[in-house]
């Protein structure tokens, strides 16, 4: 503003710099409520439009919660898949802990760039060497 209105005073730069920022604003409402304050400066322009912007926000988070009632039965349902989910997540662990389950590789042709031999990658050759140390 300084260098395009150079003749014109501070005053006159300040309400300028203002209506361009307001204008620039793309939301609608925020643009609207923010002109209708009648900013001198483009610092005041700025913190009401902050403001606004901050209350709108708070204002959409906190409009939204709502009360649930819940049955008891279907409740305990959940908590019976719940409970189902666990232990079948509990017997794939330990199955997978006791090597009874192997995990099927990608591609047997792959090589590893660590160890140049072939059927796994490097993120697997850490896995088959802690294995093969205990």
Known sequence: MSLAYAECPLDVREGLASQYFVDAIRDEHTQHDTRLTDAKDLNSALAYSMKYEAMKTASKTSSHVISIEIENDVGIERD???ESLLKTLEKLSNNLAAGKITIPRRNPNVI?????????IHREFLVITSIQEN
């Open 80 to 82: 019976d898949k719940f």
């Open 112 to 120: 590893c760039w660590k160890c140049n031999k072939q059927g796994h």
